[in-house]
């Protein structure tokens, strides 16, 4: 038997170490179809689905946490941190327009500044690992509780050996749980913690 391999949110982890510019643009962009997707009732499309698994988060983008409210904010930026200022005031931008009013567009800030600070993912080589042990043990499991779901790989890992597994997945984040949800919308998502 051999590992199982991922066919979509281990894909974009490369980018993470190296190009931080690259990462929060397709963050950005997975943002803006989760918000789309809302606003449509709908489902994604096949390129809107590998944008949206091309997300992770904000782990490694600490500039996220900088004021991007007015131009002149960029002057607080240190000088490593401030090509990155447009897309963080495009994301701060996004987030607005997807937000019902103020309140919720704070929800969703806090919940990004929350996850800059505590975000952790697994690298896809442990949950394929895991994935198939489980497999060469001869453990199908019928249900899966991920209590800290991210945008959903290991439930994908266990769908692969697994076809009929039921997961049900909690994620703190807001933005991660939205996209989450646009992955899995068959499955049981709970967004708190």
Wanted: hydrophobic share 35%; net charge negative; charged share 25%.
């Amino acid at each position: 038997y051999s590992t199982p391999k991922l066919s979509g949110p281990s894909k974009h982890f490369s980018k993470m170490a190296f190009n931080k510019k690259a990462h929060l643009r397709d963050n950005i962009e997975a943002i803006r179809i989760a918000f789309d997707l809302d606003r449509e009732g709908r489902i994604p499309t096949p390129s809107e689905r590998e944008t949206l698994e091309s997300y992770c988060g904000f782990g490694g983008i600490k500039a996220v946490l900088n004021p991007a409210d007015k131009p002149e904010d960029v002057q607080h930026w240190t000088k490593t941190d401030s090509e990155l200022f447009p897309l963080v005031t495009e994301l701060h931008g996004i987030l607005r327009s997807g937000s019902e009013n103020t309140a919720e567009y704070n929800r969703y800030v806090s919940s990004l500044k929350n996850s800059v600070l505590s975000a952790f993912y697994t690298p896809p080589k442990v949950v394929d690992a895991l994935a198939a042990a489980l497999k060469e043990s001869g453990v199908e499991p019928v249900r899966l509780l991920d209590p800290s779901a991210g945008i959903g790989i290991f439930s994908e890992a266990f769908r692969l050996m697994a076809p009929l597994c039921e997961a049900t997945h909690f994620e703190k984040d807001l933005i991660t749980g939205k996209i989450l949800s646009h992955l899995n919308p068959t499955e049981t998502v709970r967004i708190e913690g």
